[in-house]
């Protein structure tokens, strides 16, 4: 069987979720809060209780018709919130098999905190526990409940194989092959080392029955000092692998609950390969998750538009070229963020780690996300109401770099935004490290000796004028270099009302637009305007190193070079270790009202408020 729709109505902070056409691989998401396990538990409780369901779905057959027993008026049933479904009553009421589990649910909760478990009592007459049979609700119970029966199973395998072998020699009175009666725990084996590929599980021997081992690294351990996400993924795969399950309805609450994302990536994929024609449903808020398997389903819990459909379908963001290509790797990240604040840099990089350490603190239900440069930042901030507004119901934030941008520029860019785009009063991130006091303390951490002149904030300060002054052309040239491209800007060749054009008028407005814009850039490029730009900020940058203001060069000069050059005076002093302990006592100074990064602080905690 399997789940073709679902219509979900007032479940939680659920008031409207509709989903429909559903295939194999179905992952829910969202953020903390959004309803995900409340309609994972409805859905779960419906099956439970077919006299009164909490959400309407539809099941559809996927067996041969001589097999199913899920048939309704032959196209499946159309189950009803609230209303008595008995044709679901008699089909729950059937009983399978434990190694023949078909056309049934199965429940993995995100209770999944497990005890040791004792070796069972084990009889040379032991019956195959896949012959056992189970009420199809019993894998309708939490996960916990289950462990310890799953983990006797392996054991009882072990042994019916033993009774078979010892059967065998009575009743042929000869020695028989033990590859005549293949391991039923190689299937196990072969599963812990896809999910653990550096270990390998040993089987069990009935003769002599100890607790799981396996190996790593020519060391024979207890399965018990596993950590405790290797023991959490091997529970899961074990308890599906024992069912072997075929045409069932399988949902897995918060995967990723404990996990390594890698952990959590081969477990999906080890479940996904196991058993035939099953279909899968994920709960979850991991980005790492929901990026890996954006190829399937998924569908995003907005928790904005309560009004309306809940449900969004994560290819509205994966059809859109322009954002998919800015969010990248990201994209499973911004479906579950409520709010997202977009910066500047790379995944790994120093930007995303200062905004995310300053989020964590001052706006913890935020996500932040980097977008590489300064151009895509912009890019959001235009398209950023169509996506709000219409698409996913979130909140988005934007912050860029200063560059070389004049106060004139800032305010043009920040007005209309509704204050959710900042631009920094600093040039660069970096340039926020170019603190004597921070500099001072992040160096006496054991990183210089005691009697070091770079214990001295006076002394760094020196040492960051010095660079300054060697810096001062080339900082000129950037300062200009950047504010006249942001000038010139993009080409803009929009004509209003092309549509009632014809193509001669058409023609003629585009050439008029094209001149114009031209114009516009030549005199943006003109000689003396750009010799104008260079002499008045050498003059600006002169007179400041002169009169030792230092809050010139501190915000406009590039910080990443005055940085490298500052660390290249220090003997034996790596720049990332430093960076590392300045982000560190920067974080730890957000509290502080003379912190170099209040800025920051007080901008993220505007988006809070917004």
């Not at 009666?181 to 190689?186: C, G, H, I, M, R």
């Not at 404990?258 to 058993?275: C, D, T």
């Not at 058409?506 to 003396?528: C, F, G, W």
């Not at 009169?547 to 050059?565: A, L």
Request: glycine share 6%.
């Amino acid at each position: 069987m399997k789940i073709t729709k679902i219509q979900a109505k007032d479940i939680g902070p659920i008031k409207n979720f509709e989903i429909e056409n559903l295939g194999e691989v179905i992952i829910v998401a969202g953020a903390n809060g959004s309803g995900k396990t409340s309609l994972k538990n409805a859905i779960i409780q419906s099956f439970q209780n077919p006299a009164n369901p909490q959400v309407s779905f539809a099941l559809l057959p996927t067996r041969p018709k001589k097999e199913e027993l899920l048939t309704g008026d032959g196209e499946g049933l159309e189950i009803t919130k609230g209303s008595n479904s008995a044709p679901l009553e008699q089909y729950m009421q059937t009983r399978v098999a434990r190694g023949r589990y078909v056309g049934a649910p199965i429940h993995f909760d995100d209770s999944r905190v497990f005890k040791e478990f004792k070796v069972p009592p084990l009889s040379f007459n032991q019956l195959d526990p896949d012959d056992e049979e189970t009420d199809i609700k019993y894998y309708l119970n939490t996960f916990e409940s289950r462990y310890e029966s799953t983990m006797h199973k392996l054991y009882q395998k072990a042994a019916h194989r033993f009774s078979q072998i010892a059967s065998k020699v009575v009743s042929d009175n000869e020695p028989v092959s033990p590859n005549e009666f293949p391991d039923p725990l190689q299937p196990f084996i072969e599963l812990f080392s896809e999910l653990i590929p550096d270990k390998t599980l040993k089987t069990i021997d009935p003769k002599n029955p100890r607790m799981l081992e396996y190996e790593d690294d020519g060391n024979i351990r207890s399965i018990h000092t596993l950590s405790s996400g290797e023991r959490e993924v091997v529970a899961i795969g074990f308890d599906l692998l024992l069912t072997t399950p075929k045409h069932s309805v399988i949902l897995i609450d918060e995967p990723e609950l404990h996990l390594h994302p890698q952990l959590a990536f081969r477990l999906i994929q080890a479940l996904l390969s196991i058993g035939e024609n099953n279909q899968f449903f994920l709960f979850t808020h991991s980005g790492e998750l929901i990026t890996s398997f954006a190829d399937q389903q998924v569908f995003y819990i907005d928790t904005h538009n309560k009004d309306r459909n809940q449900a969004r379908n994560l290819n509205e963001i994966a059809d859109d070229p322009q954002l998919s290509k800015m969010l990248g790797q990201n994209i499973g990240t911004f479906a579950v963020g409520k709010n997202v604040i977009f910066v500047e840099g790379q995944q790994a990089s120093i930007d995303k780690s200062l905004y995310q350490g300053v989020a964590r603190q001052v706006f913890p239900d935020s996500v932040v996300i980097p977008v590489s440069g300064q151009e895509n930042i912009m890019a959001l901030a235009r398209i950023r109401d169509t996506i709000q507004s219409t698409m996913w119901g979130i909140s988005m934030f934007m912050i860029r770099d200063r560059d070389g941008l004049t106060e004139e520029q800032v305010r043009s860019m920040e007005s209309g935004t509704d204050g959710r785009l900042k631009i920094l009063k600093r040039r660069h991130i970096e340039n926020y490290f170019l603190d004597e006091d921070l500099l001072a303390k992040s160096l006496s951490e054991d990183l210089v000796p005691d009697d070091s002149p770079w214990r001295k904030p006076s002394y760094i300060k020196n040492q960051l004028r010095e660079i300054a002054e060697e810096l001062l052309a080339e900082a000129v040239y950037i300062w200009v270099k950047d504010s006249v491209r942001t000038e010139v800007g993009n080409v803009d060749l929009k004509v209003k009302n092309f549509q009632a054009q014809d193509i001669d008028k058409l023609r003629e407005s585009v050439k008029a637009k094209a001149t114009d814009e031209a114009q516009r850039i030549v005199e943006v490029l003109k000689e003396d305007r750009v010799e104008k730009l260079m002499t008045g900020k050498l003059q600006e940058y002169t007179e400041a190193m002169e009169k030792k203001e230092d809050v010139v060069w501190r915000d406009q000069f590039p910080g990443k070079t005055m940085f490298s050059k500052l660390v290249g005076r220090i003997p034996e002093v790596s720049k990332g270790v430093l960076r590392r302990k300045c982000k560190r006592l920067l974080l730890e100074s957000i509290d502080s009202k003379s912190t170099s990064i209040k800025e920051i602080v007080d901008i993220i905690e505007s988006f809070k408020k917004a």
